[in-house]
């Protein structure tokens, strides 16, 4: 009798758990779905941006399938905060154009800016949240760096870069393959011109392909440092001490360029936030409870 006690204790907790918030899908446009994590009748709000590439609003693509995004808002919703995560545009258009055997137009990094602008418009006027707050996952951090400049109440950097991209490729391809550096620079020093580049080393077409230059071209553009300084809002930037595609070294530089922002380094936290020991042990399957404790601890020192 006391072992199904406790085996009904156990699934009425797992089910009371599951209840802390209600999951509701929302169509703002229809090429920006997203899903909203409603936990009470705050007026503040959560937006995460997502990360590089077509990524949804769990984290995952066609490369990677973690579910990063997803554990993140159900962590903070059983927190009893509001979350609202979403598709980028370019996720509807490889769904549904591919599809119907339509060819997917290129979209330009202003693109996601002006998306997530879009949003913070739906959930203020709309679903009446008076304080959204901006999270953004690496190149979301950029987008969601800028789009915090009006209209938000706080941003979260997550693993964000300090540096503009076009230091990081130069970075990338000096450890990966040094050999390809001339041509790189190249090419780099071409695009921040604004000039697209026809010869390309075959090497480096996987990178500056002729469809990806615009996008580019936009994104060297903006410098992450010059971006966060122009902020006059409570500030978070988090990086984790495992994290092998964005080194906590680009969180120290964010923090310097805005001194009056708030510094998390995590220890033992990888890219997608997850919980590693071993450099080698990057498919852990839980949550890291130091990032949530940082958030939530944010949010209640700035009244949010």
Not at 24 to 41: H, W
């Amino acid at each position: 009798m006391k072992k199904l006690t406790s085996i009904l204790l156990f699934f009425l907790c797992i089910v009371l758990h599951a209840q802390n918030y209600k999951l509701t899908e929302i169509t703002i446009e229809p090429e920006i779905i997203g899903n909203l994590y409603q936990t009470n009748n705050s007026k503040s709000i959560i937006l995460i941006i997502p990360g590089s590439g077509p990524t949804d609003r769990n984290g995952n693509s066609a490369m990677t399938n973690n579910n990063s995004l997803k554990l993140l808002a159900e962590s903070l919703a059983n927190e009893k905060i509001n979350v609202f995560t979403y598709d980028k545009r370019v996720v509807y258009m490889v769904k549904n154009y591919q599809k119907e055997k339509k060819e997917i137009p290129t979209l330009d990094f202003k693109h996601g800016i002006n998306d997530v602008n879009t949003i913070i418009n739906y959930l203020k006027n709309q679903l009446k949240y008076k304080n959204i707050i901006i999270a953004g996952h690496s190149e979301g951090a950029l987008i969601g760096m800028i789009a915090a400049q009006q209209n938000t109440s706080a941003y979260i950097s997550l693993a964000g870069s300090g540096h503009s991209i076009d230091e990081i490729l130069k970075e990338q391809i000096n450890k990966q393959a040094p050999m390809l550096n001339a041509d790189n620079e190249k090419i780099l020093t071409e695009l921040k011109k604004g000039n697209l580049v026809k010869d390309v080393n075959p090497f480096l077409k996987s990178i500056y392909a002729e469809q990806n230059q615009p996008f580019l071209i936009e994104w060297i553009s903006y410098n992450p440092q010059k971006e966060i300084a122009k902020l006059q809002l409570p500030i978070l930037i988090i990086n984790g001490t495992k994290d092998i595609q964005v080194q906590s070294k680009e969180a120290t530089a964010l923090h310097q360029a805005n001194p009056k922002s708030k510094l998390a380094i995590i220890e033992n936290m990888n890219h997608i936030f997850k919980e590693i020991k071993l450099d080698s042990d990057n498919l852990a399957s839980y949550n890291n409870p130091d990032l949530i404790k940082e958030i939530t601890t944010f949010l209640k020192e700035n009244k949010l």
